[in-house]
């Protein structure tokens, strides 16, 4: 546990100190917000739209920040000094997939609230502990799959064209689970309850992909 | 390889004889039925294909023989090809039957077009890594994730249908007799033309490699140029 909880301090103080990639993620967000207000022509929107709306944001500021995700381990062979210490590569993919959980909740933190301030219509705000369980499924399927897609692209040529290129296809399943149980939470007229279903699917989904991208990791840092 | 050749064009020239000619005309649909036993074997083949795919991958990072990634990336390469001929019979099928040539409500349609959106980065991928044996490391990885999202992507999408519209295809589950016997050749005859495909495209590659090797010790300057397949 130490040198994951190590390795996920130094992500966390490297984004502390240089603050590049959370509050670009949160700026995109909101200004997409802004997009959408002229693309769709609505002052508020509601029910699978909202959902539709706030979950493909989401989904491409995350692309955004995955495509950053390996960006510093790969300058000054930074990479290369924490392969040599005698850790297990596990440890790595835990801390990367941790630190991307949390820079997503914290672009959440500013994206959400502006979501509801500029684009939700009058939906009920009881809404709130049904979206947040969403959020913490969905951003930890988005952060095993960033985490992974952005260590598999980061080796290659075309890095920000291949994050984005894998991870849009292979995350379709948590945008649609994550869209279909918000729906009902932005129903015009009172958030209605949250679709067990679509829970169960989100947790499959991430249980799944967390047990592969821990078993293949290692091969990506070989050399 | 002579004898599998032989077999493949035997048995769809069987197929499609028996789909054509015994297979009972479709009472709803008439002629046009007649596509099923095209698409339905080509979609299930590509997606047997990518699903093996994954699995060779995984003998790939587990005996590190470079065989193994030469028939993931073949296996995969010729699952896209048979992938777009789904598409394309699909879009004809679904313009024949229900005057659209893509319907969102078909889950199949849908999980298949994400499936074959996700292979298609396959290729992208390989051909980013110079470095060959990294190219078959990370092909590999991919592979093997790619292939446990086939089944995941089409249960989620087969749930996001399931209440806003009944399934479609049932033609298939009320087909006569007969009608199985032309589909389950046509199926037959379907994997055994990608099986014979699989083992051209693997001997001719690995003619390419030995073919390099002869004009290096020749004394040549072969330089192998970049390539998204195994070098």
């Known amino acids: ?5 190590a390795l996920l301090r130094k992500e966390l103080r490297l984004e502390w100190r240089s603050r590049e990639v959370v509050p670009a993620m949160a700026l995109f967000s909101v200004t997409t917000f802004v997009v959408f207000h002229f693309g769709l022509q609505k002052d508020t929107v509601d029910g699978s739209l909202a959902a539709g709306v706030l979950w493909v944001t989401l989904l491409f500021a995350a692309m955004l920040g995955a495509n950053r995700l390996f960006v510093s381990d790969a300058q000054d062979g930074a990479l290369e000094g924490v392969l040599l210490a005698p850790v297990d590569r596990t440890a790595l993919f835990v801390a990367k997939a941790v630190a991307f959980f949390a820079f997503l909740a914290l672009v959440e933190v500013v994206a959400v609230p502006a979501f509801y301030l500029l684009l939700l219509g009058p939906s009920a705000g009881d809404a709130v502990p049904g979206l947040l369980a969403v959020l913490v499924l969905a951003d930890a399927g988005i952060a095993i799959v960033g985490a992974l897609v952005s260590g598999m692209a980061t080796q290659t040529r075309s890095r920000d064209l291949l994050v984005s290129l ?3 296809p292979l995350l379709l399943p948590v945008i649609i689970g994550a869209a279909r149980a918000t729906t009902p939470l932005f129903a015009l007229g009172g958030a209605g309850s949250l679709p067990g279903k679509w829970m169960a699917i989100l947790g499959l989904y991430d249980l799944v992909f967390g047990l592969i991208a821990v078993a293949v990791f290692d091969f990506l840092l070989e050399e | 390889m002579r004898t599998l050749s032989i077999l493949t064009v035997v048995t769809l020239v ?7 000619f015994y297979a009972p005309m479709d009472a709803v649909e008439g002629l046009r039925q007649k596509i099923f036993y095209l698409h339905v074997p080509l979609a299930l083949v590509a997606l047997g294909g990518f699903v ?4 060779l991958a995984i003998q790939h990072l587990r005996t590190r023989d ?7 990336y073949v296996a995969i390469h010729m699952a896209l090809i048979f992938g777009i001929g789904t598409l394309v019979t699909g879009s004809i099928w679904a313009r024949a039957a229900w005057g ?3 319907l969102w409500d078909e889950p199949l349609l849908v999980s298949f077009l994400i499936v074959f959106l996700l292979y298609a980065c396959y290729q992208p991928l390989r051909f980013a890594i110079e470095d060959p044996e990294r190219q078959a490391r990370y092909a590999s990885v991919f592979a093997i994730v790619a292939g446990v999202f086939v089944p995941i992507n089409f249960a989620a999408v ?3 249908q399931e209440h806003t519209h009944p399934r479609t295809l049932s033609s298939s589950h009320n087909l006569p007799g007969p009608a199985w016997l032309a589909f389950f050749v046509a199926l037959a005859g379907m994997v055994l033309l990608y099986v014979t495909l699989c083992r051209y495209e693997i001997a001719a590659k690995n003619v390419r490699f030995a073919m390099r090797r002869l004009r290096r010790r020749l004394g040549e300057d072969v330089v192998a140029g970049r390539s998204a397949a195994p070098q």
């Open chain 2, 66 to 72: 470079r065989k193994w990634d030469l028939r993931s």
């Open chain 2, 158 to 160: 087969r749930f996001a």
């Open chain 2, 100 to 102: 659209h040539w893509w």
């Open chain 2, 52 to 55: 093996a795919g994954g699995v």
């Open chain 1, 1 to 5: 546990m130490r040198p994951t909880s």
């Open chain 1, 166 to 168: 894998l991870g849009l």
């Open chain 2, 14 to 20: 069987t197929a499609y004889a028996l789909a054509f």
